[in-house]
């Protein structure tokens, strides 16, 4: 039924091929390794998308540029529809899945399609990391009707597999409390922790039990919350939406820190006093302490910091090890003759100090390297394997030039343009941006940063730094885009 003006697939190679240059590969890839083309027909454009959250994010921050590439491959064009595609819909092509897979050139999937454990271990990139958390948003349907469902929960996420130690014991014993249900003490309970230290899997670990005995439990991540209100405004369903939020037993709220927008915020607020009035538990996890939060409104920080807010700190090596023992455990149910030497605990555990993440992904590293060659772990194979985990776990730190080099690729602008005098638009608001970037992101002061941004006065930097703060809380698609930003500069 679909009929496809002949060349239609060449324009749609153009003006894919300008978008990744003007984004960026890993923005590209994140964002437009998933769009197909439907249809090109009498002007109107119809893409499909894999998820309504991606159709939805693609519509409030790159439909005038798309519809700029298109009108220039051909002038008739007027109107870019974008469709959700249907469960029943093939999945992508091999082709589709190696770009999604391997953004950064590199290729982990093998001929027959199928993924290289290896390769995937090392292969952990930023659009990855947006597109995953997409991907998480996929399980939930999006009618208010089905609004409870939140999304799926990892059934590895339990209580017991999680790895007790001096810097989580706090916020175990509270997560503890709260699933064992009763009376309401810690209410919100706050967790926060950099990245892989475990607070979603105590989260769902909570989720998990409270699920099983019978009560409403809703766990969703910031992103998911905002997407689902914003959906339900849409489809003149918030109401809806808003009372069934108040029936839930347990709201557990995710990654916090992506909360953005002026109503979602006050409707979080909302569904926050009421719960917690009626005396139902609510759960958060950001990456950092509620005062941090920049990005979200006082009333929101301060009802956030009424309950328990408990940080777990990056584990020490006695923690290290054992989660690591106990991740040895879990891959010996599957591959019984799987054995790593003391030894190569200790070093791992000493060495790959980061984070519950980087320690799965060095075993995982080492269970793929033994399940593929059938050699024993050894010292020397494991510091083969994990050269380059045991490199980056040494903390990261954002460099200027970094940032400027990220942000003017973002926004096809040259550096020199960055650093200029040159007052156009097009490269102040840029220039603030990165400004702005290397106040929050470095520990560099405000003359410091003004003088590498071509010997600008440090009030030039403050006017910069507060301009696109304000103009971050009132417009949504700004916040997204200085979040996507950022995560492409702490990758
Ligand atoms: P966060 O949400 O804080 O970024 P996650 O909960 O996703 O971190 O944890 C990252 C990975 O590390 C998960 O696979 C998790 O199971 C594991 N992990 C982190 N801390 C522990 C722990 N104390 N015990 C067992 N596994 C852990
Ligand atoms: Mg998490």
């Known amino acids: ?85 249907g469960a029943i819909r093939p999945r992508q092509s091999p082709a589709v899945k190696q770009s999604l897979a391997a953004p950064s050139g590199a290729k982990p999937v093998m001929a027959e399609g199928r993924a290289d454990p290896l390769a995937e271990a090392a292969q952990v990139t930023r659009a990855q990391a947006a597109t995953a958390a997409l991907g998480r948003g996929e399980t939930v349907s999006d009618s208010s009707r089905d609004v409870l469902q939140g999304a799926a929960l990892d059934p590895k996420y339990t209580f017991e597999t999680f790895v007790e130690g001096e810097s989580n014991n706090l916020a175990l014993a509270a997560a503890r409390q709260v699933a064992a249900g009763g009376a309401v003490t810690f209410n919100p309970l706050y967790l926060h922790a950099s990245v892989g230290l475990g607070k979603t899997h ?32 849409k489809s003149q369903s918030a109401l809806a939406f808003k009372e069934t939020l108040r029936t839930i037993d347990l709201l557990l709220i995710d990654d916090m820190q992506f909360l953005h927008g002026k109503q979602v915020q006050q409707e979080f607020c909302h569904t926050l006093n009421a719960l917690i009035d009626g005396a139902r538990q609510v759960i958060v996890a950001a990456d950092r302490a509620p005062s941090e939060l920049d990005t979200l409104d006082d009333r929101v920080r301060s009802r956030l910091s009424g309950g328990l807010v408990v940080g777990i700190q990056e584990p020490d090596f006695a923690l290290r090890r054992n989660i690591l023992v106990a991740r040895v455990e879990a891959a010996q149910k599957t591959y019984p003759q799987f054995e790593v030497p003391e030894a190569v605990l200790d070093y791992v555990a000493r060495h790959v100090a980061s984070s519950g993440r980087d320690l799965e992904g060095a075993l995982n590293r080492l269970v793929a390297h033994n399940q593929l060659t059938n050699q024993p772990i050894t010292q020397e194979m494991a510091e083969m394997t994990l050269r380059d985990l045991v490199r980056s776990s040494e903390p990261r730190r954002v460099k200027i030039e970094d940032i ?28 603030q941006i990165a400004m702005y970037l290397a106040k929050v992101m470095t520990p560099r002061s405000l003359p ?25 809380r009132s417009d949504y698609a700004l916040a997204q885009e200085l979040e996507l930003l950022k995560r492409m500069l702490d990758a």
């Open 1 to 85: 039924m679909q009929v496809q003006e002949a060349g239609g697939s060449e324009h749609w190679k153009r003006v894919k091929k300008q978008l990744r240059a003007e984004l960026g590969d890993d923005v590209f890839t994140s964002w437009f390794a998933r769009v197909d083309l439907e249809e090109h027909l009498d002007g109107t454009v119809r893409l499909s998308v894999p998820t309504r959250f991606l159709k939805q994010w693609i519509q409030n921050n790159y439909n005038d540029q798309l519809m700029g590439l298109w009108q220039r491959e051909c002038d008739n064009v007027h109107r870019i529809e974008l469709t959700v595609r």
């Open 202 to 233: 105590l989260m769902q670990a909570v989720a998990s039990k409270v699920r099983a005995s019978g009560r409403k439990v809703l766990y969703l991540t910031a992103e998911h919350f905002m997407y689902k209100f914003v959906t339900a405004l």
């Open 448 to 472: 410091e940063i003004g003088r590498r941004f071509g010997n600008r006065d440090h009030t030039t930097v403050l006017h910069a730094v507060r301009k696109i703060e304000e103009m971050a």
């Open 404 to 431: 400027q080099r990220v942000v003017s690729k973002h926004y096809n602008v040259t550096k020199a343009d960055l650093l200029s005098a040159r007052r156009t638009r097009t490269i102040v608001r840029p220039r």
